[in-house]
């Protein structure tokens, strides 16, 4: 296996990120404030060359981290799993 890079990346460490990134918890629906820059963008790409979804996750208050797919609103998350999958994301690239 191997990432965008062409580098070759650990089976394991790949399915751990990517375990995590499909099970961040969404905590609450209710809109919440948020500006800047995400702090972390993930891309799915589809190999039915159907249009990539986006989702990226931004600062706000309280530990907290809003999720925007594809440029909506989606939900408030815990900033903690949002810290983990970047750090499980450098594993992967090692």
Aim: include cysteine; proline fraction near 3%.
């Amino acid at each position: 296996m191997t990432n965008a890079a062409g580098k070759e990346i650990e089976y394991e460490n790949y399915r751990t990120f990517y375990q995590s990134l499909i099970s961040v918890a969404v905590l609450s629906t209710e809109k919440m404030e948020f500006t800047g820059e995400p702090v972390f963008r993930v891309e799915y790409g589809y190999f039915d060359g159907s249009d990539p979804n986006v989702i990226e996750f931004y600062p706000a208050e309280n530990d907290r981290c809003v999720a925007v797919l594809n440029g909506e609103f989606n939900g408030v998350v815990r900033k903690a799993e949002v810290e983990k999958l970047a750090s499980q994301l450098a594993e992967v690239h090692g």
